[in-house]
């Protein structure tokens, strides 16, 4: 894949996406979906070390969107602090909604729902788990419609977007043509540097999950 530097095109706009830093529930295999947990003292260390990384690039962005749950606004402020941009918070970039999940780890979610869980892991498309959980169907919906907005309103444009780990994995099968059922064959690194191209109304990955300038950033789990 190709480098981060100079990716934007003429006509193109050019997204360099990051998952937040890591949690205390993300060391703990906890499901967090819309729950709003900070980022611990690694996350926040690795907020800065991105934020230094992409200064060092010298990347630059017209903007910067972002989740509006705590752990991603953490660490697109990192950025911030290193970039002049206004931030514009974004309900679309948040996590799936887990439902009942919420806040189990993956084993105790196997243990208490297995049946449930066969279903998750297998990643049936219409599966919208009991309590608010949200069909992975509805999910990419919402990911594909909030990015295809931004890249509308940034044609040749280089743009932030700071997200989540589950709508990563809907970016890169956007990108790359991989059908929802399909087991995840890429990595989703905490705080790792992602990239991708729209133009002519197509999505292109340039570059996935570059945690050169991290150290052991944990992987978001497989959901199946």
């Known amino acids: 894949?190709?480098?981060?530097?100079?990716?934007?095109?003429?006509?193109?706009?050019?997204?360099?996406?990051?998952?937040?830093?890591?949690?205390?529930?993300?060391?703990?295999?906890?499901?967090?979906?819309?729950?709003?947990?900070?980022?611990?003292?690694?996350?926040?260390?690795?907020?800065?070390?991105?934020?230094?990384?992409?200064?060092?690039?010298?990347?630059?962005?017209?903007?910067?969107?972002?989740?509006?749950?705590?752990?991603?606004?953490?660490?697109?402020?990192?950025?911030?602090?290193?970039?002049?941009?206004?931030?514009?918070?974004?309900?679309?970039?948040?996590?799936?909604?887990?439902?009942?999940?919420?806040?189990?780890?993956?084993?105790?979610?196997?243990?208490r729902h297995p049946e449930l869980y066969h279903r998750f892991k297998a990643g049936e498309p219409g599966l919208a788990l009991p309590e608010h959980g949200e069909a992975l169907a509805d999910f990419a919906l919402r990911v594909q419609t909030a990015l295809h907005d931004i890249a509308q309103r940034h044609p040749g444009e280089q743009i932030l977007v700071v997200t989540h780990g589950g709508v990563l994995n809907i970016v890169h099968r956007l990108a790359s043509g991989e059908p929802l059922e399909a087991p995840r064959k890429v990595a989703i690194p905490n705080a790792a540097l992602n990239w991708i191209e729209y133009a002519a109304g197509q999505w292109t990955l340039l570059s996935w999950a570059d945690e050169s300038h991290l150290q052991g950033a944990l992987d978001e789990l497989p959901d199946r």
């Open 1 to 111: 894949m190709t480098t981060t530097a100079s990716l934007t095109s003429m006509e193109g706009c050019t997204i360099c996406l990051v998952r937040h830093g890591e949690t205390d529930w993300n060391a703990e295999r906890r499901l967090q979906g819309h729950i709003d947990i900070a980022l611990n003292e690694t996350g926040l260390a690795q907020a800065e070390t991105t934020a230094q990384r992409l200064q060092l690039l010298g990347q630059r962005f017209s903007a910067l969107y972002c989740s509006d749950l705590q752990r991603a606004r953490q660490t697109a402020a990192a950025v911030m602090r290193r970039q002049t941009m206004a931030v514009a918070y974004d309900t679309r970039l948040r996590e799936r909604h887990y439902g009942l999940f919420q806040g189990l780890t993956y084993d105790e979610a196997e243990r």
